[in-house]
């Protein structure tokens, strides 16, 4: 995922692909900006993946400790949710920070608008 930043009005956004790095706030052009995932990020991702894990590895090896905690389908079901929630939350929670680390390093990178 890459962030990019504008100088005119200090939004940052999502750069897709496809298109040219415009702002979706007020259309000037934006800047990439390189931000690494903060670890909320990773988190996130690593919950909702150990989480998928933890409920469908029971289902192929029956010798697993945890096994019988996850045994029923509406028990299933509650801890998909639980670790898709939490793991939402978190990678939202890393997005925040992302974007607010772009507004920062575009701020010292671009500072044109700021005069
Ligand atoms: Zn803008």
Redesign the pocket.
């Known amino acids: 995922m890459e962030l990019v930043y504008?100088p005119?009005?200090h939004?940052v956004g999502i750069k897709s692909r496809l298109e040219r790095a415009r702002?979706d706030?007020?259309g000037?052009d934006?800047r990439l900006v390189a931000v690494p995932y903060p670890w909320q990020y990773y988190v996130g991702v690593g919950l909702v993946l150990g989480g998928a894990l933890f409920l469908f590895l029971p289902q192929v090896f029956d010798t697993l400790a945890w096994a019988g905690i996850v045994a029923s389908i509406p028990v299933r079901i509650t801890f998909l949710i639980a670790f898709l929630v939490v793991g939402l939350v978190l990678t939202n929670a890393g997005l925040r920070v992302m974007k607010e680390t772009a507004r920062e390093r575009g701020r010292e990178a671009y500072p044109e608008a700021d005069a």
């Open positions: 504008c005119a009005c939004h702002c706030s007020c000037a934006a």
